[in-house]
């Protein structure tokens, strides 16, 4: 509607600043002799029982484009010798469909991503702590986020709010690889705000933290 976009970025002075993915993303293409339906089956079988059935479907339907899209926006995908996006086998899968970026998946998407943001003029408001969803009669009405920098509230209007703040890991402790930021705070005020969180029992723990 041609309304401005900003994303507001919080930030902590530690080694690593956030968490990526290296392995790969899980995607049948049509160069492959794999199919949907095995990766909806190899999915349901790791999920034990856990998963809901139509988001599996969604999920492993939809991964394709994903991988199309992010190709398309240049993602630096490794790749065969005829040119094709190189895939690999990874844990619960029936065969070699992880899509990958050599052993950097997670970050070379971030850094395709951030290019994007840049070309697409989207203003960064870098350390801020998002503070409180505002809302009106109508429905959401923008954010407060506290100033990282000179502790100052600032109140930011919106008609829309999307909020991709990570997990909670980090109140575990070092029994997570997450970024010391992954408290839990922005799911906290998604909750504040009124809205539905589910499947919240389900953290992630990389092998290596648990050791």
Known sequence: NGSKVKIITKEY????QTCMA????NAVLPHSDDSVEEHIKNTLKSAHGEADEEMVRFLCQ???SAIEWLDSIGVPFSRTKDGKIAQRRLGGASGSRACYAQDYTGLKILHTLYDQVLASDIEILNERFLLEILKDEDGVSGVSVLSIRNQEVEI??????????GG???IYGKQTTNSKSSTGDGIAVA???GAKCVDMEFVQFHPTALK
């Open 22 to 25: 290296q392995g790969g993303i």
């Open 191 to 193: 909750l504040r705000a």
């Open 62 to 64: 939809e991964a394709p």
């Open 13 to 16: 002075p530690t080694r690593s």
């Open 156 to 165: 930011y209007e919106s008609c829309s709010v999307v909020l991709a703040t």
């Open 168 to 170: 909670y890991s980090k």
